[in-house]
């Protein structure tokens, strides 16, 4: 009886170990290295999320957690959100779609100024952050292994393109919990009140629909194309907005820097 219990004793723990899910490890260096920090979810969600996942949704948690997008970043403005919306309507089978077990149709299937962009592509938008919180704070979300408070979730950016603007107008920039730089709170990302840069890559969260006509969707955003995760934020130092043209590099400072000057001045 003794032996058959030391049996069970082992068996039982080694179940539990089978279930538990993997450290986060992406197969690069993530883009904000340098001030990045350790978070505890790091050591317990992986690249496909909760380990319960469909293989659709695994896939699409995948995606979310990709610090890998290389190259110059393709430059988009708010107008071209409702192309790729279309656009992705189009291969996924029209408006009803849902997250595909395949992502591949997603990549590379929109031209912007002659170059190839869809989920994976490296890109950047200027607009102001509205209200910039943590998301899914109470119920957690499959991607950060339904991990309830703040730490564990990811901070929700509406981006729009002039302050105070419907949230319907709005681009949707994601912060993922992992290695989570210390700047890059909802209250430092709402600081600075000036048009500020995201960068990160393109994602298509298809869990969400966008607003459409009088339909406002929760949370609002004009297309589900999103910036996610995001890979650097940048305020724009120029007196005059009309200068923040993104490829302007004289003109950005890093939210980090920009919060440490501003904490000195």
Not at 56 to 79: E, I, M, R, W, Y
Not at 170 to 188: G, K, L, M, Q
Not at 247 to 254: F, G, Q
Request: net charge neutral; aromatic share 8%; hydrophobic share 35%.
């Amino acid at each position: 009886m003794k032996k058959i219990g030391a049996v069970l004793f082992l068996a039982v723990p080694s179940l539990f170990a089978a279930a538990a899910a993997p450290p986060f490890k992406p197969p690069c260096k993530v883009p904000f290295a340098a001030i990045s920090t350790k978070e505890p979810i790091d050591a317990k969600c992986g690249m496909s999320g909760a380990t319960k996942n469909p293989p659709a949704l695994a896939a699409q948690d995948t995606a979310k957690n990709n610090f890998c997008a290389k190259g110059s970043p393709a430059v988009l403005t708010f107008d071209v959100y409702p192309d790729l919306q279309a656009a992705a309507e189009k291969v996924l089978g029209g408006a009803k779609y849902k997250p595909p077990v395949s992502r591949t149709k997603l990549r590379n299937l929109y031209t912007w100024k002659g170059k190839k962009i869809g989920e994976g592509t490296l890109v950047s938008i200027v607009g102001y952050a509205e209200a910039a919180h943590y998301s899914d704070v109470s119920s957690g979300e499959s991607v950060n292994c339904e991990l309830t408070s703040d730490p564990d979730n990811d901070v929700h950016i509406p981006i729009v393109p002039k302050a105070g603007e419907d949230e319907c107008q709005s681009v949707t920039a994601e912060i993922s919990p992992h290695f989570r730089p210390a700047a890059w709170t909802p209250s430092d990302v709402n600081k600075p009140g000036v048009p500020m840069r995201f960068t990160g890559q393109l994602m298509f969260d298809a869990e969400h629909k966008p607003c459409r006509g009088t339909k406002a969707e929760n949370p609002k955003r004009q297309s589900v194309w999103e910036i996610h995760p995001v890979y650097a934020i940048d305020v724009c130092t120029a007196e005059n907005p009309e200068q923040c043209v993104a490829d302007s590099e004289k003109v950005w400072m890093p939210l980090d820097q920009w919060l440490s000057a501003k904490t000195k001045s």
